[in-house]
């Protein structure tokens, strides 16, 4: 194919794949039913390599999806027609940690996890955990967020500057390495969160914070989902101090029950955790909040101390996914997430609790009720997919009808196009203008977000 030979002439033959297995992987994501294979794997190793690929693509007139870990959910790494997978997983160097200044420069194919590992020796850690150890580049570009994003904020929060490759292969450097700026428009917040579509995030600049000195996790368990999500409003109303807030519900405690090999309660449970300067101010700020969940009928309260059963507690939360998807076989699975003012939270819980009963469907609710942020794991034999897409339709319809939005933290992809005029009104053409303005003749990741 023309396009294959003109990006090996510009990259080399090593840096572009065709093997099926490989085209085959970067032609789907981990939430999305479609997988559409690219004509090509470009493996970049640097800036040149992203520009080179970028010029082939305009070239031939193919369009270019940027690629991190694969671990996005709404399609957002799905062609919609003939495209390059820019694999961006190869420019994996920690450029600079700067400890005296809590920052770290990074290049995109960098992980949550691998970043955190080189930053523990200098009593410091990235805390944006989306649970995938995903790509920090990715993540900039879904705007992610995770567990604990209660305390310290999602990737906007904790980004500071990025390099960005533009279609037309320019390069631009956004952002400071400080904390506060008020020079010109904000142009690195305009590239996070959008999913490779106005341009290529290729280095990235992030806020560090110290580790802290003392942590406790906990875990509640209550008589029902929505009782859970009560506690977790007033917890957030009272101003008590969490570093996470996670939502469990029934469905999934059995799930990860089966596939861990544990004995936990199949209940419904809030899974805490507590930073602190002092002992004795986290026993203070751990003993208030489990006194908020008895209040709204926790029976039993589990606290961890130590690393192992923090851990332990965690790893329950952070398997769900892998839990469900193993408990069914041969099914396809749709994971959809919405977010909503606090105040409205309980009750879209409730809704999204009834909405599963209602239909039948298998499913479990997770989240990062801190946020006002939850998801939905749904699990449907492959024929019956519209089911589960309905459901979240219903879901995100309501969301938006209590003033939330459509996706608190997985982006927009494919699935949730469909939504932007009902949350954004006339910003959406606005949208497309400043696509319009980036990336002209269309090639970076089209037909996702509002472009």
């Known amino acids: 194919m023309e396009v294959v030979t003109c990006l090996e002439q510009r990259l080399g033959a090593d840096r572009v794949c065709t093997v099926e297995s490989v085209l085959d992987r970067h032609g789907r994501d981990e939430g999305y039913p479609a997988c ?31 690629y991190g870990a694969g671990s996005s959910l709404e399609g957002a790494l799905v062609p919609v027609g003939p495209a390059i997978s820019l694999d961006l997983s190869r420019m994996d160097r920690i450029l600079e940690v700067r400890p005296e200044d809590f920052l770290a420069t990074v290049e995109p194919g960098v992980t949550h ?30 705007n992610a967020s995770g567990t604990t994003t209660v305390r310290y904020g999602g990737m906007r929060h904790n980004v500071l500057a990025l390099q960005v490759v533009l279609a037309d292969g320019q390069v631009l450097e956004l952002g400071r390495p400080v904390r506060k700026t008020s020079s010109g428009y904000d142009l690195k917040d305009l590239f996070i969160g959008s999913e490779g579509t106005l341009g290529v995030i290729t280095r990235l600049t ?42 469990v519900d029934d469905f999934s405690m059995r799930a990860v029950n089966a596939f861990l090999d544990r004995r936990d309660p199949e209940q419904p449970a809030l899974f805490l955790e507590f930073h602190s300067s002092t002992e004795a ?29 923090r851990s332990a507690v965690w790893e329950a939360r952070h398997k769900v996914y892998w839990a469900t998807t193993h408990a069914y076989p041969g099914h396809v699975f749709l994971t959809t997430d919405v977010a909503v003012p606090l105040s409205r939270l309980p009750e879209l819980v409730a809704f999204a609790h009834q909405l599963l009963q209602e239909t039948g469907l298998a499913g479990g609710i997770v989240g990062h009720l801190g946020d006002g942020n939850f998801h939905v794991l749904l699990a449907t034999p492959p024929d019956q997919y519209p089911r589960a897409e309905a459901y979240s339709e219903r879901l995100v319809g309501r969301a938006l009808e209590v003033g939330g939005t459509a996706t608190g933290e997985h982006g927009v992809g494919l699935r949730k196009r469909k939504f932007l005029a009902a949350e954004h009104g006339p910003a959406v053409e606005w949208m497309r203008r400043i696509k319009a303005l980036l990336d002209p003749e269309g090639i970076l990741n089209p037909g996702k977000g509002p472009a």
């Open 206 to 247: 992030l806020r560090l914070h110290p580790l802290p000195a003392h942590v406790h996790a906990a875990r509640a368990f209550f008589p029902s989902v929505e009782a859970a999500a009560q506690a977790a409003y007033e917890i957030m109303a009272t101003g008590l101090p969490v570093a996470r807030l996670e939502l």
């Open 36 to 66: 559409r294979q690219p004509v090509a794997v470009v493996f970049a190793h640097g800036v040149e390599d992203v520009q080179a690929a970028l010029a082939a693509a305009r070239e031939c007139r193919v369009p270019v999806i940027p």
């Open 281 to 309: 101010a986290l026993q203070a700020e751990t003993e208030a909040v489990l006194a908020v969940c008895r209040d709204y009928g926790a029976g039993l309260v589990q606290t961890a101390h130590t690393s192992e059963d």
């Open 113 to 142: 996890g691998s970043l955190n590992r080189a930053l523990r020796p200098h009593g410091l850690f990235f805390p944006v955990d989306p649970g995938a150890d995903a790509s920090l580049g990715g993540m900039a570009a879904t």
